[in-house]
């Protein structure tokens, strides 16, 4: 008799579908092994999540499983199992889930023959060649980098910010000859890093002395003080043992430098998983961790569902990031999902942070987490020396006040660069007509347009629309239209008027769409001329500028005052990682705060104390008010062409949990903050709980209740466990 699979199908229904696995297959049945099944009229590539499941379907209404793709499961038993676990930790269709853990190229039925990678070492007569040119600065680069790793693949190469017409130069003039396949060198051929300081010593023996065991770890150091170090000593104790690592960064973090960094520590053995990679790119890194061909795995989020062999230490850099949460679909938490991963293998996880998050801060208050702190900049420099700049009844120059432009010109004049920071792009937030009052307001959300002066454009930011600058008012036909506030495009056109002998250079969304773009902008910062860089978050994550002395901080006073609760605490990270993107030891830097509200008693501790003690008082805050982390949240979202809609879904829904009592509570259907968004009315149930599994039992009702309801066409509804936002 057939025996009976539990199969994850790519579908919206939120369970395993079972299957007959028929004698015709020839083969057992093994979890994790991808198939070829029908569902509905269609043929869909699915994976076996259970064997011999209780099925109360007689077997001869259940359809059999029609082929077998692989020959060996591409899943491993515990990636399956974590699969399953997350399904049901984040109320999310199995079948979605399972079809995100594979690669791209897994989610079809045939994947593609794979292509060995090419490897180019240093050919064995270069000595005999005429040198290269000293202006092909990069060719001489490439060719040290080379020789450094002994060899490395086209993918490595044009990772590490070399473009292929570079290779080719070194291959065509003989420089190169291709390697066979990439040997594992000894440890001792690669750089060993620098002696550790004490903290950093202390820090990296705690963490080798529990490789053994699972183990929770906080590292918590500004920028500069020597994470990065930390993690490359414990990583090089792992692979001593012959195991293997996860190192997840966040998106904007994985820059060449990085990458350079851990491949001239471990050459050969590092392998990159982001989405700058192309799906084949992708698989090949995912293929070389999951057979154990390299050891290292630097990934963003989704990395963090790659199969290993013999996983031996996890690391979560930046663990603070909002990256690590995927804000659609399944909206898992990488960096939660890393610590579980590093459970189920039973070995340490390292969270980095310059500003951790309440969340790890409340586990280490919990005595969940083990703090390890790095309090001095490795290389000694200096803390930078922190202000507020009341601008109350100040005349501000298109947002700047004259304090910070003295001071600018006295940073420039001594030599040094200048940084000034603005979470906005564009020319101006808001264009209003002078004569009767009218807004350039979006015509599908509730926002307004910003306008982008060098496109002569208005957009929305939140669903794209665009649409030409008026020159003159739709309503009244007045010329006289007034940009109100700045942006990072008014804010650079500004600056440069003032300091017209220097480059300024601006930093956004708007000038580094362009595929290489940062990297070029950020080598024209480093090479250290006198410069001012204007930009938004983008500065704050991934380099360092050795050459700013001087930040400046345009408007933080929004992120004090949103109806978010988290709000606060993102603005106080933000603005101590634009502030630690600054100087070195021989410059120490200086940054100014301009604000409305220089008595805002968090801000006057983050400023005059720091970011832990403004954490604190952050967490204390969040304690009292018992909001997460010390209770625990989810959302429920819909939205609908109506508010009416969207609203009694969720209503409906309400009425089937259990009314809110000491230990749990539910607030809603509340509109959401911004409620129109691209024509949709948007609103929200919030559900908190005291205890985990609280929040979990009436989210398995919710869901189960929101599949069951008939819904209106228009409406769309999502569940966000441990949200990041409202
Ligand atoms: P973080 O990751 O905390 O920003 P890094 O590990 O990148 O810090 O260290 C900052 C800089 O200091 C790097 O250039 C690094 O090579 C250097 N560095 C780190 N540790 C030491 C040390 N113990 N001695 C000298 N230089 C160090
Ligand atoms: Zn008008
Ligand atoms: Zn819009």
């Known amino acids: 008799m057939s ?37 509905g009229r269609q043929q869909l590539v699915g994976v076996v999540i259970a064997l011999d499941p209780v099925c109360d379907i007689p077997s001869n209404k259940l359809k059999a499983v029609l082929s077998v793709l692989d020959g060996q499961p591409s899943l491993p038993t515990d990636i399956v199992q974590l699969g399953r676990w997350a399904a049901d930790y984040y109320h999310h269709p199995v079948g979605d889930c399972f079809q995100q853990m594979l690669p791209v190229v897994l989610r079809k039925a045939s994947p593609p023959k794979e292509k060995p990678a090419q490897y180019w070492r240093v050919s064995d007569n270069n000595e005999a060649l005429p040198p290269i040119a000293s202006r092909a600065h990069q060719q001489i680069s490439l060719l040290a980098v080379i020789r450094q790793a002994g060899q490395l693949s086209r993918r490595q190469i044009k990772d590490l910010g070399y473009s292929n017409p570079v290779l080719n130069a070194l291959i065509n003039g003989g420089y190169l000859q291709q390697a066979d396949t990439p040997v594992a060198p000894s440890p001792q051929d690669s750089d060993s890093g620098p002696v550790l300081n004490s903290e950093q010593q202390q820090a990296v023996s705690t963490i080798c002395g529990s490789l053994d065991q699972f183990a929770r770890y906080l590292l918590d150091g500004v920028t500069g003080s020597g994470k990065t170090e930390v993690y490359l000593r414990s990583i090089a104790e792992c692979l001593s043992r ?220 939140h669903c794209d629309a665009r649409e030409a600058l008026p020159s003159i008012c739709p309503q009244c036909h007045n010329s006289q239209l007034i940009f109100q506030g700045p942006g990072t495009e008014r804010l650079e056109l500004s600056l440069k008027r003032h300091f017209p002998e220097v480059d300024v250079i601006r930093i956004d969304r708007d000038t580094t769409s362009a595929k290489g773009s940062m990297q070029s902008l950020v080598d024209g910062i480093r090479d250290g001329r006198p410069s001012i860089l204007v930009g938004t978050q983008m500065l704050a994550k991934g380099h360092h500028f050795p050459d700013v002395t001087l930040v400046g901080i345009i408007d933080i006073d929004g992120g004090l005052f949103s109806a978010d609760f988290r709000a606060p605490e993102r603005s106080g990270q933000l603005l101590v990682q634009v502030a630690g993107r600054a ?42 008010l018992s909001l997460p982390p010390v209770s625990f949240s989810a959302v429920i979202r819909a939205d609908a062409s109506t508010l009416r809609c969207a609203e009694d879904f969720l209503s409906a829904i309400r009425a089937a949990l259990a009314p809110g009592d000491n230990n749990w509570s539910i607030v809603g259907p509340l509109p959401a903050p911004m409620t129109r968004k691209a024509g949709r009315f948007r609103a929200a149930l919030i559900l908190q709980a005291e205890r985990r599994p609280i929040l979990h039992r009436q989210l398995a009702i919710a869901c189960h209740t929101g599949d069951g309801l008939s819904k209106h066409q228009s409406l769309r509804w999502s569940v966000d466990v441990d949200p990041i936002d409202l």
């Open 583 to 624: 100087g070195r030891a021989d410059k120490p830097g200086r940054v100014y705060i301009q604000t409305h509200c220089p008595d805002h008693p968090a801000l006057l501790t983050l400023v005059s104390e720091g970011y832990q003690p403004f954490a604190q008082q952050l967490l204390a805050e969040r304690q009292l």
């Open 242 to 461: 012959g195991e293997q690592v996860l190192a997840l960064i966040p998106e904007i973090g994985l820059t060449p430098q990085t990458l350079e960094r851990f491949e001239t520590r471990f050459p050969g053995q590092v392998r990159a998983l982001h989405s700058g990679l192309s799906d084949g790119e992708r698989y090949r890194s995912w293929q070389d961790i999951s057979s154990g061909r390299a050891r290292i795995l630097l990934g963003t989020r989704s990395a963090v569902f790659t199969p290993f062999q013999k996983l031996g230490l996890v690391i979560v850099d930046e663990e603070h990031d909002a990256s690590y949460k995927q804000q659609e679909g399944w909206r898992y938490s990488a960096r939660d999902i890393a610590v579980k991963r590093a459970a189920d293998h039973r070995c340490p996880v390292v969270l980095g942070s310059a500003t951790p998050s309440l969340d790890s801060l409340h586990n280490v208050g919990q005595d969940r987490y083990q703090l390890l702190e790095l309090r001095e900049r490795a290389g000694h420099a200096s803390k930078p020396d922190i202000r507020l700049l009341d601008i109350r009844q100040q005349n501000l120059d298109e947002g700047l006040s004259k304090t910070l432009l003295d001071a600018t010109q006295d940073t420039l004049q001594a030599g040094n660069q200048v940084l000034i920071f603005l979470n906005r792009r564009g020319f101006s937030p808001l264009l209003q007509c002078h004569g009767c009052g009218w807004i350039a307001n979006c015509q599908a959300c509730d926002a307004k347009m910003t306008a982008h002066f060098g496109r002569r454009e208005l957009r929305c930011h």
């Open 3 to 39: 025996k009976l699979v539990t199969i994850a199908v790519p579908c919206p229904l939120r369970r395993g579908f079972d299957y007959l696995w028929p004698e015709s297959l020839a083969r057992d049945a093994e979890i994790g092994l991808r198939v070829s099944i029908p569902f």
